[in-house]
């Protein structure tokens, strides 16, 4: 049974949970216009993985994901206007317009990508961690996947050094039992992604992830773990996307029995707003207000992706090569 959380905490959950959802729809519309090009993830129906992964972090920490990574921007905190206008291609973009739906980085918010080649971001992802253990700076590395990218070999050959070295990562597989249109029975002889680390002496867990109150705390379980210096930890998150692989994706491979079924019993949104107001006795005035105040965000955001300009063509010839000097 998960711990009661606070009304604030609660507020805050909700509030970043619908955002994205909201935001992902709103995509979803500009992509159909022919605003938004390319290939486009959305993240509808797994917000709580991110949002209760975020509640637990530090500052210090690192966040790197695969394709399907505007959920994970907006749970750590970057502008819905630089989100958008990135996957509309504009200079107001955080990639200035030039990396689009799969390719964005933040700095600031230590989140870096965003990766478009599968299973990619996980090497990354542990010589984040490896940073994290050289700087000493108590920092971990939240090292995200799908359960298709948990199939590839070098995701293998991360958790045998991450291991080795006992880097500070946390290793998330987000399971929305679909690898593109295959689904986890036909792709994975052992589908436990949370058990897959034995061999490496990793613990692992299996999560349910369209509650926020058990990703949180089985979160700050693995974080902690991670932080102490005791190595590395696998979630295997349980959960579930709504769309089609990407936005071209007519999702013919499951029934629309299916998908209605998990948004009728377990939708991370709809369930958690019940808790809110049955169990955390919030009123519906709060949760109306934040409601409201999400459209207007939202819409910003596609005002903003309209408006700003195209990038100029001299952009094509920056962010290429980064020159240094030599060390003698």
Not at 16 to 45: K, P, S
Not at 97 to 125: C, T
Not at 154 to 182: C, D, R
Not at 277 to 306: P, Y
Request: aromatic share 8%; with cysteine; net charge neutral.
């Amino acid at each position: 049974m998960s711990k009661l959380i606070s009304q604030d905490e609660a507020l805050k959950a909700y509030h970043d949970m619908l955002l994205i959802r909201r935001f992902e729809e709103r995509a979803a519309q500009l992509y159909g216009m022919g605003l938004i090009a390319g290939f486009c993830h959305l993240y509808i129906g797994q917000e709580a993985v991110v949002v209760g992964i975020q509640s637990i972090l530090q500052p210090q920490d690192t966040i790197i994901t695969a394709y399907r990574d505007h959920g994970h921007m907006l749970a750590a905190g970057m502008d819905p206007k630089g989100v958008m206008a990135e996957l509309t291609g504009r200079s107001g973009g955080y990639s200035k317009g030039k990396g689009g739906s799969m390719h964005m980085f933040s700095r600031e918010k230590n989140f870096f990508g965003g990766h478009g080649i599968v299973g990619a971001q996980v090497p990354i992802g542990t010589g984040l961690a490896f940073a994290h253990k050289y700087k000493a700076d108590k920092g971990v590395s939240i090292t995200s996947m799908g359960d298709g990218a948990a199939n590839q070999g070098q995701v293998y050959e991360s958790y045998n050094m991450a291991s080795l070295w006992k880097l500070p990562v946390v290793f998330i597989v987000e399971n929305n039992h679909y690898g593109m249109g295959t689904s986890q029975e036909r792709s994975s002889a052992g589908p436990n992604y949370y058990g897959r680390g034995q061999g490496w002496n990793i613990p692992g867990e299996k999560v349910d992830g369209m509650v926020y109150t058990a990703v949180k705390e089985a979160a700050a379980r693995a974080v902690d773990h991670a932080r102490a210096g005791k190595g590395p930890y696998i979630l295997e998150m349980d959960t579930y996307r709504y769309r089609g692989h990407s936005m071209s994706d007519p999702a013919k491979y499951r029934s629309k029995e299916e998908v209605e079924t998990v948004k009728v019993d377990r939708d991370p949104i709809d369930h958690f707003r019940i808790y809110m107001t049955k169990t955390l006795k919030i009123s519906e005035d709060k949760i109306k207000k934040i409601e409201d105040d999400i459209k207007v965000v939202v819409l910003e955001a596609v005002e903003f992706s309209k408006t700003s300009p195209e990038p100029d063509p001299s952009e094509l010839y920056t962010d290429i090569l980064n020159e240094g000097n030599a060390v003698t």
